[in-house]
């Protein structure tokens, strides 16, 4: 592949980052939001939990100045996207299916974010004729397999959330409607103590520096109509997923902080043993907000040099 069709092309037009809804079928709407370039291949982004697909206007320019697309949905349930009860995480896969027909999408290459990152692993895994490469950025690992402790090195909140879903949905819609509901409303200045124990300080200096503007704003659009989206991803995330990481060949990246206290080191290790030929990239030093901060643009160049490698197992 001719990488050089990867660098900045002054003729691509902008597109300004919109949002748009696209019927999914059976009385369903996706949330997309559309950025970067006007034509050609995407960057298909998978925001955390919670979140919504706002998340990434900001990679907008990234994508741009490469002359790639920039696509990302809200997971059923958040912000827009009508709720799916039940959905595993595989089911990404045929979401996103819609959303490249739409626009007309040849190919792409795709990353998730934290609980995103399951659902980067999913397009991989069932859209290998699509798909080219794929990362997870400080993404889980699976829940219930004997080479991972799931909860070991999170904060106490994450511990309490997941008690709740293994519980159901009563009890995990009970927990955050009792110590989560402050998230819908949240402003920037709040949103560090609303994080509690879960973020650490160079975390909270990514926050200061500017980016809980944007992502206290994506929480409150988020959860603007409740809690269904982030308690169909918890379930989800206690499930298996729908689809085996074995059968994954396209080239993956994973991307953890050391000190990330939302998902720990160890999941990242999880997954670089057990999607085929996975490469790490451990960052010293940073934790859950400030790895996708911090490496932006290099998250993304990998990602594309990633594609261009014609043997995804060397």
């Given amino acids: 592949m001719d990488k050089s069709s990867f660098l900045p092309r002054p003729e691509t037009a902008r597109v300004p980052v919109r949002m748009e809804s696209l019927d999914a079928g059976i009385g369903r709407v996706l949330d997309v939001l559309i950025g970067g ?9 998978h925001h955390g939990t919670p979140s919504d697909a706002t998340l990434w206007e900001g990679w907008d320019d990234v994508a741009r100045t490469r002359g790639i697309r920039l696509l990302a949905i809200s997971r059923p349930g958040y912000a827009t996207s009508t709720r799916r009860p039940g959905r595993r995480v595989a089911d990404v896969a045929g979401d996103m299916t819609r959303v490249l027909d739409r626009y007309g999408v040849p190919w792409f290459v795709t990353a998730g974010w934290s609980g995103g990152g399951p659902h980067a692993l999913a397009c991989a895994a069932r ?44 009890d995990v819609r009970r927990w955050l409607l009792e ?7 949240v402003t920037a200045p709040e949103l560090a ?3 509690g124990g879960l973020i650490p300080q160079v975390d909270k200096d990514q926050l ?6 944007g992502l206290a704003a994506t929480l409150r659009r988020a959860l603007a109509d409740g809690f269904d989206g982030w308690i169909d991803d918890d379930l989800a995330f ?19 902080g050391d000190l990330d206290l939302m998902v720990p080191f160890a999941h990242g ?24 901060t911090t490496y932006r643009d290099a998250i993304v160049d990998d990602l594309l040099t990633r594609a261009g490698d014609p043997s995804p197992h060397s």
């Fill in 208 to 213: 200061a520096g500017g980016f809980a503007d």
């Fill in 193 to 195: 103590d609303a994080f």
């Fill in 269 to 292: 290790e999880w997954l670089r043993r057990h999607v085929p030929h996975a490469v790490s990239h451990a960052a010293p030093g940073h934790g859950h907000i400030s790895l996708i």
């Fill in 127 to 170: 859209l290998p004729d699509r798909c080219r490469a794929a990362a997870t950025l400080a993404g889980v690992g699976a829940y219930g397999v004997p080479d991972l402790d799931f909860l070991a090195g999170m904060g106490p909140e994450n511990h309490a959330e997941f008690g709740a879903a293994l519980r159901g949905e009563p």
């Fill in 179 to 185: 110590n989560a509901e402050a998230m819908r409303r």
């Fill in 238 to 256: 206690t499930q298996p997923w729908g689809f085996a990481l074995a059968d994954i060949t396209v080239p993956v990246t994973v991307w953890q």
């Fill in 37 to 45: 370039a006007d034509t050609g291949p995407a960057l298909v982004m």
